[in-house]
């Protein structure tokens, strides 16, 4: 069966550290990875998707299907980076299957 | 454009009773999918349309949960008789077809089951 887990469900750093957020899976298939993000008081919505290969908003994940891992990584957060934050693996008929979240803390 | 759209984005009810959630997706996305958000549970998949048909509803807790999809496009959650383990917010998404595609999510509708 499909699973996904961020064993962190709270994060803290400071501007301008570095962050990393865990995501680890299971699944016997391909997998397609995604990163969603939810500020305060808006909608979930995507934040990247390794098949894309993209940076957003300085963020980068990598997938390593050696460690079954899309870990999410920052080298320097600011303040409005602060949300929480799901690992999603799309599975059968394009569903997701999310991560508990990590709510991440962006400290001045 | 507009984004999804979902409605109510607020329901309190009574245990025992019936309840409909809407959703109005993305003009053009074929795909649609209903998710719960609920303290210790995360997010949780319910049920997938392709069109209007649902290929994967093996997300549905129970037989008090169904869907429907009309048209290709406003999608209707019905709960039966509902319990106070109903209470969550149902998330309602929509993409185009194939493979890692971006789901785009509603707002959502908090559910409160007294």
């Known amino acids: 069966a499909q699973r996904v887990t961020q064993p962190e469900k709270l994060l803290s750093v400071f501007k301008g550290a570095p962050v990393e957020l865990k995501c680890n899976y299971s699944y016997s298939g391909s997998p397609e990875l995604f990163w969603y993000v939810q500020y305060s008081r808006q909608r979930l919505q995507l934040l990247l998707r390794h098949i894309s290969r993209e940076s957003i908003k300085g963020f980068t994940a990598d997938l390593n299907k050696g460690e079954t891992s899309f870990h999410l990584k920052k080298p320097f957060a600011q303040e409005e980076d602060s949300a929480m934050y799901y690992c999603?693996?799309?599975?059968?008929?394009?569903?997701?299957?999310f991560g508990e979240g990590t709510q991440l803390t962006v400290n001045p | 454009g507009a984004g999804v759209s979902q409605s109510p984005s607020n329901k309190v009810t009574e245990k025992g009773k019936d309840v409909e959630l809407r959703c109005d997706p993305i003009?053009?996305?074929?795909?649609l999918y209903w998710y719960r958000q609920s303290l210790g549970q995360g997010l949780e998949f319910l049920i997938y349309?392709?069109?209007?048909?649902?290929?994967?509803k093996s997300g549905l807790p129970s037989d008090r949960f169904s869907a429907e999809r009309t048209g290709g496009s406003v999608s209707t959650l019905t709960i039966q008789r509902t319990q106070q383990e109903d209470s969550a917010v149902y998330l309602c998404?929509?993409?185009?077809?194939?493979?890692?595609?971006?789901?785009?999510f509603g707002p959502g509708t908090r559910l409160t089951v007294l």
């Open positions: 999603a693996l799309e599975t059968s008929g394009s569903r997701l299957t």
């Open positions: 349309f392709q069109g209007n048909s649902a290929p994967d």
């Open positions: 003009s053009g996305h074929t795909a």
């Open positions: 998404a929509s993409s185009l077809s194939g493979r890692a595609r971006t789901q785009y």
